[in-house]
């Protein structure tokens, strides 16, 4: 079994900081994929950043500029550091990764709890 358990969320003024984190443990071989994404009161959730293999994928335009992803492999984490937070960030954010158990298995799609992020005007 594979789990995610993000960390770092909370309330925040607009151009303030703050930085999630999404842990994974369990039956890990690799992770292929991880992406951040969110979902405000409302709206369908949307892809805020992704990383494959190692190398960024894309970020969504409105976060281009002001927030990071990264990853430390040796801790299964990810990470994505928010600056310039404004109040149209607000929204509950998930983390997502592509996960094989084994070497010989497919990987699988897993999601954090979702963790809130408040920005006030």
């Known amino acids: 079994q594979v789990q995610l358990v993000e960390s770092g969320g909370g309330s925040v003024q607009a151009g303030g900081s703050l930085r999630l984190s999404c842990a994974a443990s369990?039956?890990?071989?690799?992770?292929?994929?991880m992406g951040w994404y969110r979902q405000a009161p409302g709206k369908q959730r949307e892809l805020v950043a992704a990383l494959a293999n190692g190398a960024i994928m894309e970020y969504a335009d409105s976060v281009k500029g002001r927030f990071t992803i990264s990853r430390d492999n040796a801790k299964n984490t990810m990470y994505l550091q928010m600056n310039s937070l404004k109040p149209e960030d607000t929204a509950v954010y998930y983390c997502?990764?592509?996960?094989?158990?084994?070497?010989?298995?497919?990987?699988?799609?897993?999601w954090g709890q979702g963790t809130q992020v408040t920005v006030s005007s």
């Open positions: 997502n990764m592509k996960i094989r158990s084994a070497p010989w298995t497919t990987p699988n799609t897993y």
């Open positions: 369990g039956r890990i071989f690799s992770i292929n994929v």
